[in-house]
């Protein structure tokens, strides 16, 4: 069974610009959770989507948005890029909301705003 | 904001030695996890332990958890060069809400 992946691995942007990130859960998982991880704030959570609806949202500015699609594949927006979206952004699948117990983690996308 | 907080914030270890971290949190949960994450990669989940469980085990590795100290331990029996990486507490309460706590850096020496 393939493992999460996300598109792309890198990406520098500049500031103002947006950003499009993307996610494909493992087969048959419908949770797709969004992190974000920063050497000075660690690891936040940003969102979480089921059945193409978002269920839970982190305490982050409403330039961070997210969707999934039908195929159970999620995708995270952020807008007016800051130097302090520079991050590492990871996401992750599980069959269930809160099956933290079967959830798995893409190898993640580093972003560099510059 | 981080809910838990790990010490130490840095562990070096021999290979073969034992390895203890801690980790701390604030409010009430419904489940504590450790993940590994390996220099910049994604996480990897180890064990989970639910807030009416006080301790766990899978292979090597042995969580405790005391509610009542809003802290939890992990320790890594028998440590070798592979377990070197980062390793973070998680906790998720009554809204699903996930948080992490700072990490550890665990770096074991062959």
């Known amino acids: 069974k393939a493992g999460v992946t996300q598109t792309p691995r890198y990406l520098i942007k500049t500031r103002g610009q947006q950003v499009t990130l993307s996610c494909s859960p493992i087969s048959g998982h419908r949770s797709v959770s969004w992190y974000q991880q920063t050497p000075g704030q660690g690891l936040q959570f940003l969102f979480e989507?089921?059945?193409?609806?978002?269920?839970n949202k982190g305490n982050f500015p409403g330039r961070f948005s997210g969707r999934q699609f039908s195929n159970s594949r999620s995708e995270m927006n952020v807008s007016t890029l800051e130097l302090g979206d520079s991050a590492l952004y990871l996401c992750?699948?599980?069959?269930?909301?809160?099956?933290?117990?079967?959830?798995?983690f893409g190898p993640g996308t580093r972003l560099l705003v510059l | 904001s981080q809910q838990g907080e790990e010490d130490p914030q840095a562990l070096s270890i021999q290979e073969g030695e034992n390895a203890t971290m801690n980790c701390s949190y604030k409010?009430?949960?419904?489940?504590l996890q450790w993940y590994r994450q390996n220099s910049g990669r994604g996480l990897v989940h180890l064990i989970l332990i639910r807030s009416n469980e006080r301790e766990k085990h899978s292979g090597r590795l042995r969580v405790t958890l005391d509610t009542s100290k809003k802290s939890s331990s992990l320790l890594i029996t028998a440590s070798r060069a592979a377990d070197t990486a980062s390793y973070f507490c998680?906790?998720?309460?009554?809204?699903?809400?996930?948080?992490f706590g700072a990490g550890t850096r665990l770096t074991v020496k062959p």
């Open positions: 409010t009430s949960i419904n489940n």
């Open positions: 992750a699948s599980s069959i269930r909301p809160g099956g933290w117990e079967t959830q798995y």
């Open positions: 989507y089921f059945s193409e609806t978002q269920r």
């Open positions: 998680a906790t998720d309460d009554n809204n699903n809400d996930m948080r």
